[in-house]
């Protein structure tokens, strides 16, 4: 269990303490501040703003702006290499990925994401600027990137270097291509611990799923899709939130055969939701979280997904991490 939670939020982090088997918010800070993400591990906390990066090395008393280097200082998502120490990578809108060898101390713009986004014009049907990284997945050598609206990146050199998935086109036409290709508007992905070769992306045209590192992709759910878990001790046990629209009609569903069927994993949850929809699921200890589209916090014991609302009080939550003293 971990000794801390790290909730970015509208307004600030909020840092949550584990007391009497409850979470409880203990502490905000970085007020006023718009916290899109946020990563901790060895003794650092990055928080991701709409206006670069903070880092606190004292567990959140005190923080310092680390934004050498970082020309795009709009954080979409923040995410370290689980193998390699101080190396960290943002992905910012426009769409860019940034390298931080250092902890974040400064950062290096991965220039062949910039060129892939004008070449094939990426775009974000809500916003002017040209799409967005907002979600990665390491295994080794292997990295993916998820590029709202643009496709797929991937890494074959942990991260210094990267390029379009062979099974994603570039083009940001929301029509997108048929399979084997995957649709073009990926909201996160994911790379399960047993395989690099075995990676799903949640898409606003399905989930798909591909068993050659992104070569070829299989739609296994028809839906709009934001947010997906995949079992780390089991390949084919997948969990995630499809909805019927934006932010319409979402639930939460599993399977356990890889996508053949599905079943609802919504114990204690009054779905479907009319007007919201997961945003992202995090496992933090023996524990999942959902963050829905509306900025409320869900938690259920993996074991069980008997879901329940969960600090309320922090107000509207975008990411969450946990930590360890």
Same mark, same amino acid.
């Given at each position: 269990?971990?000794?801390?939670?790290?909730l970015?939020?509208?307004?600030?982090?909020?840092?949550?303490?584990?007391?009497?088997?409850?979470?409880?918010?203990?502490?905000?800070?970085?007020?006023?501040?718009?916290?899109?993400?946020?990563?901790?591990?060895?003794?650092?906390?990055?928080?991701?703003?709409?206006?670069?990066?903070?880092?606190?090395?004292?567990?959140?008393?005190?923080? %310092?702006?680390?934004?050498?280097?970082?020309?795009d200082?709009?954080?979409?998502?923040?995410?370290?290499?689980?193998?390699?120490?101080?190396?960290?990578?943002?992905?910012?809108e426009?769409a860019?990925? +940034?390298l931080?060898?250092?902890?974040?101390?400064?950062?290096?713009?991965?220039?062949?994401?910039?060129?892939?986004?004008?070449? +094939?014009?990426?775009m974000?049907p809500?916003?002017?600027?040209?799409?967005?990284?907002?979600?990665?997945?390491?295994?080794?050598? %292997?990295?993916?990137?998820?590029?709202?609206?643009?496709?797929? =990146?991937?890494?074959d050199?942990?991260?210094?270097?990267?390029?379009?998935?062979?099974?994603?086109? /570039?083009?940001?036409?929301?029509?997108?291509?048929?399979?084997?290709?995957?649709?073009?508007?990926?909201?996160?992905?994911?790379? $399960?611990?047993?395989?690099?070769?075995?990676? +799903?992306?949640?898409? /606003?045209?399905? =989930?798909?799923?591909?068993?050659?590192?992104?070569?070829?992709?299989?739609?296994?759910?028809?839906c709009?899709?934001?947010? =997906?878990?995949?079992?780390?001790?089991?390949?084919? $046990?997948v969990?995630?939130?499809?909805?019927?629209?934006?932010?319409?009609?979402?639930?939460?569903?599993?399977?356990?055969?890889?996508?053949?069927?599905?079943?609802?994993?919504?114990?204690? =949850?009054?779905?479907?939701?009319? $007007?919201?929809?997961?945003?992202?699921?995090t496992?933090?200890?023996?524990e999942?979280?959902?963050?829905?589209?509306?900025?409320?916090?869900?938690?259920a014991?993996?074991?069980?997904?008997?879901?329940?609302?969960?600090?309320?009080?922090?107000?509207?939550?975008?990411?969450?991490?946990?930590g +360890?003293?």
């Amino acid at each position: 269990m971990p000794d801390s939670l790290y909730l970015a939020t509208y307004n600030g982090l909020a840092i949550c303490n584990h007391e009497n088997n409850v979470w409880q918010v203990a502490s905000r800070v970085l007020d006023r501040h718009h916290i899109t993400s946020v990563i901790a591990r060895e003794g650092v906390i990055l928080a991701g703003t709409r206006d670069g990066v903070q880092r606190s090395d004292d567990g959140g008393k005190s923080w %310092r702006a680390v934004n050498k280097g970082l020309t795009d200082r709009h954080i979409r998502w923040l995410a370290y290499h689980p193998d390699i120490s101080d190396r960290e990578f943002a992905g910012t809108e426009p769409a860019g990925i +940034f390298l931080s060898q250092d902890g974040a101390e400064s950062w290096e713009e991965m220039p062949e994401v910039a060129a892939l986004r004008d070449e +094939f014009g990426w775009m974000l049907p809500y916003s002017p600027e040209a799409g967005c990284v907002r979600g990665f997945a390491f295994h080794g050598q %292997r990295a993916y990137a998820a590029v709202e609206v643009g496709g797929l =990146l991937r890494s074959d050199d942990f991260g210094k270097t990267w390029s379009l998935a062979p099974g994603s086109d /570039g083009s940001p036409v929301l029509s997108g291509p048929p399979e084997p290709f995957v649709y073009p508007d990926v909201h996160d992905v994911a790379v $399960h611990p047993s395989d690099p070769d075995l990676v +799903f992306a949640a898409t /606003g045209g399905g =989930l798909y799923r591909s068993s050659n590192g992104g070569e070829t992709w299989d739609m296994i759910y028809d839906c709009y899709c934001r947010g =997906l878990w995949l079992d780390p001790e089991k390949p084919d $046990h997948v969990i995630f939130g499809p909805a019927e629209r934006v932010g319409a009609v979402g639930r939460v569903e599993e399977t356990h055969d890889g996508g053949r069927s599905w079943q609802a994993a919504s114990e204690g =949850l009054d779905v479907p939701w009319p $007007h919201t929809m997961p945003e992202r699921f995090t496992q933090v200890g023996d524990e999942l979280f959902a963050v829905l589209d509306d900025g409320r916090l869900l938690a259920a014991p993996v074991a069980t997904l008997k879901w329940q609302t969960v600090l309320s009080e922090a107000g509207r939550v975008n990411a969450i991490t946990g930590g +360890f003293d």
